[in-house]
């Protein structure tokens, strides 16, 4: 069996022009198709995230869109330099051996920007 060639996490927005310049300006993010009523954003090499306009969508709980790099200080920094609130400034979390720090987008979407202490994580491994 073959494995999987890419990877996209769909949310839904009522307001795609603000979301598209949110992801688009503030996070830097390629656009990598637009579908009119839906984007999507190259997030990593082949890991996407789209956005579809949705008048009914509705409150984003329990959602955490999680990005992971080495440099979550200076993505704090980048971001709250926008205008962007921080919700929880980037901490050391025991529990899950992380260093984190936490966002939300325009529709409400928490974001969590974070980078792995434990040895164990080796994201090229599974490519």
């Known amino acids: 069996m073959k494995g999987f060639d890419a ?3 769909f949310c839904y927005t009522p307001d795609l ?11 830097g993010f390629p656009l990598a198709l ?3 009523t ?8 082949q890991a996407y995230l789209g956005f ?8 984003p709980d329990g959602v955490i869109l ?8 200076g993505w704090h920094a980048r971001l709250t330099a926008r205008g962007v609130a921080c919700e929880k400034a980037p901490v050391f979390n025991p529990t899950y051996n992380i260093y984190q720090a936490f966002f939300r987008d325009p529709n ?3 974001i969590e920007i974070q980078r792995f202490e ?10």
Do not use: K, N
């Open 108 to 110: 409400g979407y928490l």
């Open 7 to 9: 990877q996209i996490t």
């Open 34 to 36: 637009d579908q009119g």
């Open 38 to 45: 839906c984007r999507i954003y190259r997030v990593a090499r």
């Open 17 to 27: 022009p603000i979301t598209a310049r949110f992801y688009e300006e503030v996070m």
């Open 118 to 127: 434990d040895p164990r994580w080796h994201p090229e491994a599974a490519s």
């Open 52 to 59: 579809c306009r949705r008048a009914d969508a509705g409150r």
């Open 66 to 73: 999680t990005l992971v790099t080495q440099d979550v200080d």
